[in-house]
T-cell receptor, first 115, second 111 residues
């Protein structure tokens, strides 16, 4: 079946540094990918919709300059957390839409810890 | 705005049935999903139902939809310890690919 991967699976960084998370669709092309954030014991909150070849659409309250999204190819979207702070520590999950099946597949998530 | 609610916890004995409930507010919801999340892992799609259906059964899983009351339930028959996880319902409206997730129900299966 369709698979979506994320890299890295976990990352620990110092406050003030930037961290890039990759989301790849492995056996289908995804013109649209989504980035979610999940705080401990909470639900997934949609951060932004990533569209191949165009600017991402951010949800209300999500800072676009802090969470940079690039969707440069049909199989890869990246989320860069710039100048990370401890409050950015969270589980980041991406999903990719397979338009052929009108289905979304979720990645395994990336756990970010900012010290 | 859209809102999806679930009870936070459910505890059942192994072999019993589990019923996880979900309520939503968006009357234009077209697709309703159930996902399973094990500790530290991503989301696993369990099943989904279209809004024009009342029920869907898939092996041990039965989904019931009461569209009038905007109530969705997931029944797991013969619950096993491996079913212990967090279960999320999610809804999506036709014409959009945004998923609205519920708060999640933590299922604990006692041996």
């Amino acid at each position: 079946g369709a698979v979506v991967s994320q890299h890295p699976s976990w990352v620990i960084c110092k406050s003030g540094t930037s961290v890039k998370i990759e989301c790849r669709s492995l056996d289908f092309q995804a013109t649209t990918m989504f980035w979610y954030r999940q705080f401990p014991k909470q639900s997934l909150m949609l951060m932004a919709t990533s569209n191949e070849g165009s600017k991402a659409t951010y949800e209300q309250g999500v800072e676009k300059d802090k969470f940079l999204i690039n969707h440069a190819s049909l199989t890869l979207s990246t989320l860069t957390v710039t100048s990370a702070h401890p409050e950015d520590s969270s589980f980041y999950i991406c999903s990719a839409r397979d338009h052929r099946a009108d289905t979304q597949y979720f990645g395994p998530g990336t756990r970010l810890t900012v010290l | 705005g859209e809102d999806v609610e679930q009870s936070l916890f459910l505890s059942v004995r192994e072999g019993d049935s589990s019923v996880i409930n979900c309520t939503y507010t968006d009357s234009s919801s077209t697709y309703l999903y159930w996902y399973k999340q094990e500790p530290g892992a991503g989301l696993q799609l369990l099943t989904y139902i279209f809004s024009n259906m009342d029920m869907k059964q898939d092996q041990r899983l039965t989904v019931l939809l009461n569209k009038k009351d905007k109530h969705l339930s997931l029944r797991i028959a013969d619950t096993q310890t491996g079913d212990s996880a967090i279960y999320f319902c999610a809804e999506r409206s036709s014409g959009t690919y945004k998923y609205i997730f519920g708060t999640g129900t933590r299922l604990k299966v006692l041996a």
